[in-house]
Each structure stands twice: as structure tokens, then as C-alpha cells.
């Protein structure tokens, strides 16, 4: 009521680099307006560098069979993101990218040694995608992005 407030909750959410923090109030009936004021609110770490993977904390080579990493940025973007699969040496690999419902949207296969995949996913809609990236002796991973306008 603007009066009184209560605490609704706290979440802590653990997050890759390169995103972008925001808070939103909404307002279920189109035919009026909404204010909020956002008031204690913080946000803490971030780390503009490349996490470390047991691999390079465990000083083993890309052929000891552990999982490899890979980043993209800028993540939430607009439309152009680059992927960034050095971790991936001289690996096999395709590159998948589905919907939030699980739908693949595109499937790339890399060249060997490639370091740096250029994707525009501007040709979707503002939305979560999931990109995946498969290596032969590797496990999958998964990164989700944010597409918005």
C-alpha cells in the first residue's frame, strides 16, 4: 500500500559474467499505471574474466577427458553474440542452438581448432535461447542467452 512493506523474499542467484541486472514491477490491468521505488537493493561479485574450469585449476591438457567451458557475449545481446570455444582445442564439435521450449533452432558443425563463433540471433524473437555446444570425449554444455531488443 505504500505504506507498510514486507519482505517478500531474498534470492541469491549465482550467475555467469556478462550480465546485466535489472528489477521490474508489473501491473496485471493494462488500463492503468504502476510506480515502484526499489529501495536496500545490491548487487555483489562479478568478474569480468574467463571463470576457471578443473582443467586449468588441475593444470591437465584438453585431452585428459574433463569437461571443456565455453563463453558468450554479450550476454543478454541484442542480436550478435560471440562464442568463445578456445577450450575446445583441436575437438570435433557442433554448435546447437534451441528455444526455451527445447526446440533446436540451428545446427552448426565447427572446424577443427576454431576458436571464435560469430551467431547473429537477431532473427529470433526477444526470448531465452539455449546454446549447446557437443565435442567428441567431452560432456555437452549449455549456456543460456537473452535476446532482447
Same mark, same amino acid.
Given at each position: 500500500?505504500?505504506?507498510?512493506?514486507? !519482505?517478500?523474499?531474498?534470492?541469491?542467484?549465482?550467475?555467469?559474467?556478462?550480465?546485466?541486472?535489472?528489477?521490474?514491477?508489473?501491473?496485471?490491468?493494462? !488500463?492503468?499505471?504502476?510506480?515502484?521505488?526499489?529501495?536496500?537493493?545490491?548487487? %555483489?561479485?562479478?568478474?569480468?574474466?574467463?571463470?576457471? !574450469?578443473?582443467?586449468?585449476?588441475?593444470?591437465?591438457?584438453?585431452?585428459?577427458?574433463?569437461?571443456?567451458?565455453?563463453?558468450?557475449? /554479450?550476454?543478454?545481446? %541484442?542480436?550478435?553474440?560471440?562464442?568463445?570455444?578456445?577450450?575446445?582445442?583441436?575437438?570435433?564439435?557442433?554448435?546447437?542452438?534451441?528455444?526455451?521450449?527445447?526446440?533446436?533452432?540451428?545446427?552448426?558443425?565447427?572446424?577443427?581448432?576454431?576458436?571464435?563463433? !560469430?551467431?547473429?540471433?537477431?532473427?529470433?524473437?526477444?526470448?531465452?535461447?539455449?546454446?549447446?555446444?557437443?565435442?567428441?570425449?567431452? /560432456?555437452?554444455? %549449455?549456456?543460456?542467452?537473452?535476446?532482447?531488443?
Amino acid at each position: 500500500n505504500g505504506t507498510t512493506w514486507y !519482505n517478500v523474499g531474498v534470492q541469491n542467484i549465482v550467475m555467469g559474467d556478462c550480465i546485466e541486472v535489472g528489477l521490474v514491477v508489473n501491473n496485471y490491468n493494462s !488500463n492503468s499505471t504502476t510506480t515502484a521505488t526499489f529501495g536496500n537493493v545490491s548487487v %555483489t561479485g562479478g568478474n569480468m574474466s574467463k571463470p576457471l !574450469n578443473i582443467k586449468s585449476i588441475a593444470g591437465l591438457s584438453q585431452d585428459d577427458g574433463l569437461a571443456a567451458d565455453f563463453r558468450v557475449t /554479450p550476454n543478454p545481446t %541484442t542480436g550478435l553474440v560471440q562464442v568463445d570455444i578456445s577450450d575446445y582445442g583441436d575437438k570435433k564439435a557442433v554448435l546447437e542452438i534451441y528455444n526455451i521450449e527445447g526446440r533446436r533452432l540451428m545446427t552448426q558443425p565447427l572446424d577443427i581448432g576454431q576458436k571464435t563463433i !560469430n551467431l547473429d540471433l537477431s532473427v529470433y524473437e526477444n526470448g531465452i535461447y539455449l546454446v549447446r555446444l557437443k565435442a567428441e570425449g567431452l /560432456p555437452d554444455v %549449455t549456456k543460456r542467452v537473452v535476446r532482447i531488443e
